[in-house]
C-alpha cells in the first residue's frame, strides 16, 4: 500500500500491501536544494530490501516536467525508514517551472502530479507505480495585467497592474521589480539579482514613484507578484518583462497613450488636443461607463455627457470634449468614475475655448 500524502492530505492506495510511502510536501514555504520533500517508508515485508525509488513531479494541464529524485540504491530496513530529498540525486528539467523550483520560489497555484515508483530488486512483477494530483491553492490565483508581457512602454514610471481573484483584505501583495538580462528568464532575474523593489502592498496596483531607483530607457525589467495571507504563500504569479523606451516626438501621428485608470487616485491630465484618452479595467461586466463631469470652477455638473459603452475587461476610452456641454475655457474638470463595487476613479483636466478644438 502506497500513502502520498500532500498539502491536501491526500491518499493513493496500490495493490502492494508490504511497502508503505509517505511522502510529506508543504506548498506554503520555499523550496531549498536540501529540503523538497521529506520520505517515509514503511517496510512491512518482515526483510531488508534493497530497491530504487523514483519521484516525478510536473504540472497536470501542460505536461511540463519540473523535477527528477532519484536513489538507484536504496536500501530500506525493517519497519520505519525516514528519507529526505538530500538522500537522492535531484535533476531539473529546461523550462520556467523547473527554473522557479530550483531558484527557492514558491509554486504557481495549480495542478501537479507526482508519481512515485518504486522498484523493488526482488520483485519480477515489475515496479509499483502511484501517482497523484497535488492542488496548490487552486481557487486561488492571480494574474498580472499591465505593462503586458515583453511590452514596450513610453514612460520609466510604470502602473503595474495584477488581478487577484480573492478580495479578502487580508491578502497582502508582494511585488518584485528586478534588472533584466535580455538573454536569461525572467524568473532567474526574480531569484538572483538585485531587487530595484521589493515591497508588501494590499492593492492590485502599483505606480512605480519618482523617488524609487530610476528605471531606464532601453534596459529590461522583470516583475513578478507573491500573494500572502500573514506568512503562508497562497500564489504567485507568472513573472513578465517590460522595456521602457522613448517615443518618437516627431512623428506627426497623436500620442496613443492610454493610461490606465486607478482607484482612490487623482489619475491626471490624459488629454490629447480634444481628446481625453485613458484606460478602465471593468471587472464588474458593466454596459456602460458611469461616470460624471464636474466643473471644479463653478461645482456645477456637466449635463447629459457622452455614453460610453463598455465591453468585459480592459477598455480604451477616447472622450471627445466637444460632447461634453458648457465647457469653459480655463476651467478645471474632474472626470468621477464609479463602478459596481462602489470604486472610484478620477481625473482631472484643463478645458481649451471650442474654437481651440479640432472639429
Keep these: 500500500m502506497v500513502f502520498a500524502c500532500l498539502a491536501a492530505s491526500t491518499t493513493v492506495l496500490s495493490q502492494n500491501p508490504e511497502y508503505h510511502i509517505v511522502t510529506t510536501y508543504q506548498s506554503s514555504v520555499n523550496f531549498s536544494l536540501t529540503d523538497i520533500f521529506s520520505f517515509s517508508v514503511n517496510n512491512l515485508s518482515g526483510q531488508v530490501t534493497n530497491c530504487k525509488l523514483e519521484i516525478k513531479m510536473e504540472e497536470s494541464r501542460t505536461h511540463l516536467p519540473i523535477i527528477l529524485l532519484l536513489n538507484n540504491n536504496l536500501k530500506l530496513e525493517k519497519g520505519s525508514n525516514n528519507f529526505s530529498s538530500s538522500d537522492f540525486s535531484d535533476s531539473y528539467f529546461s523550462n520556467d517551472l523547473s527554473s522557479s523550483f530550483r531558484m527557492g520560489q514558491p509554486f504557481q497555484s495549480g495542478n501537479f502530479e507526482i508519481c512515485i515508483t518504486l522498484t523493488l530488486q526482488q520483485n519480477v512483477e515489475g515496479p509499483i507505480n502511484e501517482c497523484t494530483e497535488l492542488n496548490l491553492s487552486d481557487e486561488f490565483f492571480i494574474h498580472l495585467l499591465q505593462p503586458d508581457d515583453r511590452e514596450e512602454i513610453e514612460?520609466?514610471?510604470?502602473?503595474?497592474?495584477?488581478?487577484?481573484?480573492s478580495n479578502d483584505?487580508?491578502?497582502?501583495y508582494r511585488l518584485i521589480l528586478a534588472p533584466l538580462d535580455p538573454l536569461r528568464h525572467p524568473e532567474d532575474a526574480i531569484a538572483r539579482h538585485l531587487k530595484f523593489i521589493e515591497l508588501d502592498i494590499n492593492d492590485n496596483q502599483f505606480l512605480y514613484p519618482l523617488n524609487a531607483p530610476e528605471l531606464e530607457y532601453g534596459k529590461h525589467y522583470a516583475w513578478q507578484v507573491i500573494a500572502l495571507k500573514g506568512t503562508d504563500v497562497l500564489g504567485l504569479s507568472e513573472a513578465w518583462s517590460f522595456t521602457p523606451v522613448h517615443y518618437d516626438l516627431q512623428k506627426d501621428d497623436p500620442k496613443d497613450c492610454y493610461r490606465i485608470v486607478t482607484k482612490n487616485q487623482n489619475n491626471g491630465n490624459y488629454l490629447?488636443?480634444?481628446?481625453?484618452?485613458?484606460?478602465?479595467?471593468?471587472?464588474?461586466?458593466?454596459?456602460?461607463?458611469?461616470?460624471?463631469?464636474?466643473?471644479?470652477?463653478?461645482?456645477?455638473?456637466?449635463?447629459?455627457?457622452?455614453?460610453?459603452?463598455?465591453?468585459?475587461?480592459?477598455?480604451?476610452?477616447?472622450?471627445?470634449?466637444?460632447?461634453l456641454n458648457g465647457l469653459k475655457e480655463g476651467h478645471?474638470?474632474?472626470?468621477?468614475?464609479?463602478?459596481?463595487d462602489n470604486e472610484v476613479c478620477q481625473l482631472t483636466f484643463n478645458a481649451y475655448a471650442k474654437s481651440k478644438m479640432k472639429q
Excluded: C
Design 272 to 323: 490629447y488636443g480634444n481628446v481625453m484618452k485613458f484606460a478602465y479595467e471593468n471587472r464588474t461586466r458593466e454596459s456602460h461607463l458611469n461616470y460624471t463631469v464636474k466643473d471644479l470652477t463653478t461645482d456645477q455638473l456637466i449635463d447629459q455627457p457622452p455614453i460610453i459603452e463598455l465591453k468585459p475587461g480592459l477598455n480604451k476610452i477616447d472622450l471627445q470634449l466637444k460632447l
Design 155 to 165: 514612460t520609466v514610471n510604470p502602473l503595474l497592474q495584477w488581478y487577484s481573484s
Design 332 to 340: 478645471q474638470y474632474l472626470i468621477r468614475i464609479r463602478n459596481k
Design 169 to 172: 483584505p487580508s491578502i497582502t
